[in-house]
Each structure stands twice: as C-alpha cells, then as structure tokens.
C-alpha cells in the first residue's frame, strides 16, 4: 500500500513538473526576463536595506587612561549631572539612553548606545568587545594632569588608531581635552600638537620592529613626513569638555554626527 501511495505522489509530482514546465515555454520570453529581472531586483534591495540596518550603529565609545572623566561625561550625556562620576569601575559601564540634553525635545529620537571602558592598562582588551560596534570612538584625556600622562595617552590612542576594526570601517576618532575649567588645564591645540609628536617617535619606532613582533595590523602617517591626525585613515577631531561643570556641547555634536536621531 506504501509504495502504491508513493508511486501516485511520484506521478503527481511529475505532471506538476509538466504543467510548469509547459506554462513557462508558453510565456513569452520578454515577459519571462522582465519578471526574473524584478524578483532579482527585489532580492537585490532588501539584501542592501539587511546590510544597512546591520551596519547603523548607535555606539558610542567612551575611553582614555583612567582618571581621565570618562565617567563623570557618561553621567553627564545621560543624566546631566556628574553625580555617580567619582568612582572607579573596572567593569565597562555602559547604557542606552537619549541624551539628556535632548529630552525635552519632540519626536523621535534615537537612543545612544554608550559604553565607558575602563582606562586601566589590565583591563583595555575589553575595548576590544565593544570596537567592532562603534559608530564613534571619544578618547579622553585630562587636560590638567596631560603631560606626565602624555606617553602612555599616546601608546593607547596609537593602538586605537591602528586597529583594524577602526580603520576598515573608518571609525570617527574624537579626541576630547576634559577638565578645561581648570585654570591649569592645557588647551586642546597644545595637546593635540604634543600627542602628534609623541605617535611620531612611536611610529618611527615601532616601524623599525619587524611585522611579527607587533600587533597592529595598520601604520599610521605618511612615510618621511611629521605625523599628524589628518593623515589618519579615518577622521580624528580635537575638542574641549567639562564633565565636573557639564560643558559637554562638542561631545554631544559629535556623537550627533555618528548616531543619527
């Protein structure tokens, strides 16, 4: 009985095929071509609107050396106060929030994805989680206690730099200069003429050891010239903050600028 049912199916299917396979001979070949062109077409467009809606991103990567303020700023976008801002965390901490800034505003808004890495050397391979994500990258330095942390500011920004999931998707690098209400702070030109100097001994150095021997996958600058940011693959932009006094308007444009609303 199973082979009689199984026989009857396979006949079945057979005049389907038949009846297709006719019905298409029957179709004239323009009309085949244009309906095969619009199903490929259709494919094309939803595949590219997939692809976009996976590389939109609204993360936003809060990192630096630690007591740099990362944390005060990341209390200050989302609850504009500095109120949690003093302690240390050696977890990354993160939130998806709209700015506070824009929260009396009407319509739609989208929500920013921000996570605050911890600045301690032990714990960077974190950023590492979070770097594929970015939409944007804000590397924070202390604007007050800038110089005796110039060298190692400049090692992890220059790691940053030449990261492959930064460079390839081009990542927007914002390089923020806290604590400017400081009356000892230095300002944002001295700083960014400082660290461009700084990467250009590393660069020079870390050119001269072979590939096997380190770990990032890109140079930075052209050769026989002085470093300098605008050489970067991707945009890296210098601005000033205040996460203690809340002055954190060039930080929220940026970010802006990366997560669309």
């Known amino acids: 009985m199973d082979k009689e ?36 077409v259709t494919l094309f467009l939803l ?58 505003k009407k319509g739609k808004l989208k929500p920013v994805h921000v996570v605050d890495v911890p600045g301690h050397s032990r714990l960077r391979p974190k950023l590492d989680e979070f770097l594929p994500q ?10 007050v206690e800038f110089l005796p942390n110039c060298r190692p500011a400049s090692e992890y920004l220059y790691e940053i730099l030449t990261k492959a999931s930064v460079v390839k998707k081009k990542v927007s690098v914002l390089l923020l200069c806290n604590k400017v209400d400081k009356v000892t702070a230095h300002t944002a030109e001295f700083i960014r ?23 990032n996958e890109y140079t930075l600058g052209v050769p026989g010239e002085p470093f300098a940011f605008s050489q970067c693959h991707n945009r890296v932009i210098v601005a000033e903050a205040s996460g203690l006094t809340g002055e954190i308007s060039q930080l929220e444009k940026f970010i802006r600028e990366n997560v669309k609303p």
């Open 47 to 104: 595949l590219i609107i997939r692809l976009f809606k996976r590389t939109a991103s609204n993360t936003i990567v809060l990192t630096g050396l630690s007591g740099s303020g990362k944390t005060y700023l990341f209390y200050q976008l989302r609850d504009g106060s500095a109120h949690q801002g003093t302690v240390t965390s050696m977890e990354p901490n993160e939130g998806s929030f709209i700015l506070h800034s824009e929260k009396e």
């Open 5 to 40: 049912k199984l026989e009857e199916l396979k006949i079945q299917m057979q005049q389907l095929l038949n009846e297709a396979e006719e019905f298409i001979n029957n179709v004239p070949p323009i009309q085949l071509y244009t309906a095969i062109g619009v199903v490929l």
């Open 134 to 143: 970015a939409a944007g990258v804000v590397f924070v330095v202390d604007s």
């Open 193 to 215: 003429k400082q660290l461009e100097k700084e990467i250009d001994k590393l660069r020079t150095s870390r050119t001269a050891v072979s590939d096997a021997d380190i770990s």
